[in-house]
T-cell receptor
Framework: RKEVEQDPGPFNVPEGATVAFNCTYS??????FFWYRQDCRKEPKLLMS???SGNEDGRFTAQLNRASQYISLLIRDSKLSDSATYLC????????????FGAGTRLFVKA | NAGVTQTPKFQVLKTGQSMTLQCAQD?????MYWYRQDPGMGLRLIYY???????DKGEVPNGYNVSRLNKREFSLRLESAAPSQTSVYFC????????????FGSGTRLTVV
């Protein structure tokens, strides 16, 4: 089992739709969590950190469920420009810090 | 605000050739990283430097060496390139180690033939 798992998709949604991605992690010692966005043939860029209390940034909401060991990203009112791959990233502290990237979930938003 | 600058952007090598990928950051970050990204596998850590003067192996260090030249610069060297090293390489930096997000460079697309 991979330490961080994401549904690879692709998710194909129309403009204006709400879409949600989940990411599961296996290490219960995981401490910090992030969502990154990666456009085709570009570098990953930090989208948002994920806090235990959940956090929202405009149309984007991230949540953490420590009991079930998953994080989620909700995108409301999808735009064409949201088309990208979304990477889940988990930092763990077990014998030193370790950062694991998920393989990413591809999103296509259609007009 | 340049952030993280990587060179070159593209490179084709023949098997057995050597090359150095350069990376520099201007954000006064302490830690720097080299990752490779292959389809369907996510980013995998090659080497990292938690602070100036230190380097450590990551998940996939074989076939690579690194140098933390100063606080700004962190280079990755392929001594004898192999086709298995065909990949996209990203340099990244962050202020601390555990709880900060990364800033990535724009990547180097390397093909080994």
């Amino acid at each position: 089992r991979k330490e961080v798992e994401q549904d690879p998709g692709p998710f194909n949604v129309p403009e204006g739709a709400t879409v949600a991605f989940n990411c599961t992690y296996s290490n219960s010692a995981s401490q910090s969590f992030f969502w990154y966005r990666q456009d085709c043939r570009k570098e990953p860029k930090l989208l948002m950190s994920v806090y235990s209390s959940g956090n929202e940034d405009g149309r984007f909401t991230a949540q953490l469920n420590r009991a079930s060991q998953y994080i989620s990203l909700l995108i409301r009112d999808s735009k064409l420009s949201d088309s990208a791959t979304y990477l889940c990233v988990v930092n763990s502290r077990a014998g030193g810090f370790k950062t694991i990237f998920g393989a990413g979930t591809r999103l296509f938003v259609k007009a | 605000n340049a952030g993280v600058t990587q060179t070159p952007k593209f490179q084709v090598l023949k098997t057995g050739q050597s090359m150095t990928l350069q990376c520099a950051q201007d954000m006064n970050h302490n830690s720097m990283y080299w990752y490779r990204q292959d389809p369907g596998m996510g980013l995998r850590l090659i080497y990292y430097s938690a602070s100036e003067g230190t380097t450590d192996k990551g998940e996939v260090p074989n076939g690579y060496n690194v140098s933390r030249l100063n606080k700004r610069e962190f280079s990755l060297r392929l001594e004898s390139a192999a086709p298995s090293q065909t990949s996209v390489y990203f340099c990244a930096s962050r202020k601390g180690v555990g709880t900060d997000g990364y800033t990535f460079g724009s990547g180097t697309r390397l093909t080994v033939v």
